[in-house]
């Protein structure tokens, strides 16, 4: 499961991969996303920086099963707890943009969802 894979059919990119999006570490060095490391924790891929090993953004497939482990008070925000699109729920404790290499400018900004690690830290 990758980031790549939720997007993939809500943006106009057949090729779509991980190394078309970027993020800013909370440690201040920017990455692209097939650039960090991939942890598998259980049904959470979890992507940690390359520098200072912190998980900054995470993919998991939307189940009802790992909803039943979400907080209820959260589940009524969608967006505290991470973006539930074409199958898959995706958080991330930073902004993360669509930037594709050698692009000018973010194609799209997908807003941080801290609370997704909070929401989802038992599944």
Same mark, same amino acid.
């Given at each position: =499961?990758?980031?790549?894979?939720?997007?993939?059919? *809500?943006?106009?990119?057949?090729?779509?991969?991980?190394?078309?999006?970027?993020?800013?570490?909370?440690?201040?060095?920017?990455?692209?996303?097939?650039? =960090?490391?991939?942890?598998?924790?259980?049904?959470?891929?979890?992507?940690?920086? =390359?520098?200072? *090993?912190?998980?900054? *953004?995470?993919?998991?497939?939307?189940?009802?099963?790992?909803?039943?482990?979400?907080? *209820?008070?959260?589940?009524?925000?969608?967006?505290?707890?991470?973006?539930?699109?074409?199958?898959?729920?995706?958080?991330?404790?930073?902004?993360?943009?669509?930037?594709?290499?050698?692009?000018?400018?973010?194609?799209?900004?997908?807003?941080?969802?801290?609370?997704?690690?909070?929401?989802?830290?038992?599944?």
């Amino acid at each position: =499961m990758r980031i790549a894979d939720a997007f993939r059919d *809500a943006v106009d990119r057949p090729n779509l991969s991980d190394r078309d999006f970027v993020l800013r570490c909370s440690c201040g060095i920017e990455q692209r996303m097939d650039e =960090m490391t991939i942890d598998p924790c259980g049904p959470i891929t979890l992507y940690d920086c =390359m520098r200072c *090993a912190n998980s900054m *953004a995470g993919v998991l497939a939307d189940s009802p099963a790992a909803g039943r482990w979400a907080m *209820a008070s959260m589940t009524r925000r969608q967006e505290e707890g991470g973006y539930h699109l074409n199958g898959y729920v995706v958080g991330s404790k930073v902004d993360i943009a669509l930037r594709p290499p050698g692009a000018d400018n973010d194609l799209l900004l997908i807003p941080a969802t801290p609370n997704f690690f909070m929401q989802y830290r038992y599944v």
